[in-house]
């Protein structure tokens, strides 16, 4: 009897794990950064090469890090998406200018339209390495302490803006 039921446990393990495994977002990517201190930026802004993003001086609000480049096709369809969160909303809005060159990426934010504050430049992308950026556009909430609370992979649409990003923000303001 034995025999028969080892197999039938080993199926329904497996059937179990699998269904758990299709039930879960695929662009879900958890990070390791939820909660945890957003790393120093310190680069140069892209308009002004001459002052530096500094984290600590944005303590005590809730802002958003942006990651895009010139290069991103998706970064130019969020943007309007950007302007109203920026505009509408209020929400500080800084960017992180990720594997790009500043004259390209000034260019493209000449023609598309500049949402952000301020927008450093990190070219050789070492600091999206400190956040774990897997790529571009990726959006981060970081709150009043400077933890990062939340990190889109991917690029924001109005739907989840609605849904997750600004109920979170409402939440921690």
Not at 10 to 26: K, N
Not at 110 to 137: F, H
Not at 144 to 166: E, H, M, V
Request: hydrophobic residues 45%; positive net charge; contains cysteine.
């Amino acid at each position: 009897m034995l025999r028969y039921l080892l197999p039938l446990g080993v199926f329904v393990a497996m059937a179990v794990f699998l269904a758990m495994g299709l039930s879960r977002d695929p662009r879900a990517v958890p990070s390791a950064m939820i909660d945890k201190p957003a790393p120093a930026i310190g680069l140069p802004l892209l308009q002004a090469p001459e002052q530096r993003l500094d984290v600590q001086s944005l303590r005590g609000k809730v802002w958003l890090l942006n990651v895009w480049a010139s290069w991103c096709a998706p970064c130019r369809e969020e943007l309007p998406v950007l302007k109203d969160v920026a505009q509408r909303h209020g929400i500080p809005l800084y960017g992180l200018n990720y594997k790009d060159k500043p004259e390209d990426a000034l260019v493209w934010l000449a023609r598309n339209g500049n949402p952000y504050i301020a927008s450093a430049s990190d070219t050789d992308g070492r600091v999206g390495i400190e956040y774990g950026v897997y790529g571009v556009p990726e959006t981060f909430v970081i709150d009043g302490d400077g933890r990062i609370r939340y990190k889109q992979l991917g690029l924001i649409t109005p739907d989840i803006w609605r849904t997750r990003i600004q109920p979170l923000i409402e939440g921690l303001r």
